[in-house]
């Protein structure tokens, strides 16, 4: 069991990743997961971040269901539900040091991906790239809670109206949340004790989050704050690799 002070030192982790969420409608698990992951073990933070992210699409999904395009996430749920299934049984597999510096590359990848290309005016792509962002995004989703770049890269490339972006994306984080749980309740990755009382001490301070980066949303540019959180998830896959080694 996690003993307190690591619980109450993962509060201000989870506090910075989700009032980015409420900014941007991703990324949460992308800056909670590696940080969390410096002192906790994956198989304790991915569940974890999977409640918390799961009630996060809730919110933000909900209060904007008018503006979920319905046909992309169509697109992406069948796709999502195989890599699921596949990341799932890597998570509970694979040794962890392998699975961190794996978690470290991909993050410091995709961190680099967003500083050197221009993400201010993405060109479209053909909706038939849902099929590996799916799978690619269900299964990174399920080994390390941190599925949102290959949703996040394929839907900035299908709808260009930022309110509707981030709400598409609480909406196929909230359906393949709902995967998820199910697929870890069953492979018993869920039935801890210990996850639910971190969940209940996170929760407050989740919301919290979102309400605070739900205010300032539009009053942001998206590409600018992806610049920062690019900044701050190269630090994290650095730590990652340190912690691995």
Known sequence: MPDLNALAW????????YFIRGITGFGSGLIAVPLLALNLPLTFVVPLILLTDFTASLVLGGLNLDRVAKDEVRRLLPASLIGVLVGAYLLISLPSAPMLMALGSFVILYALRNLLLNTDHPRPIS???AWPAGISGGA?????GTGGPPYVIYLS???FDKGALRATLSGVFFIEGLARIATFTASGLLLHTDIFIAYATAVPVTLGALWLGSHVHSRLSPAQMLRLISLTLIGSGCALWIKAW
């Open 10 to 17: 993962a509060l201000p982790i989870l506090l910075a990743a």
């Open 127 to 129: 909706p038939r790239w």
């Open 140 to 144: 990174v989703g399920a080994m390390f």
């Open 157 to 159: 490339h299908r709808i």
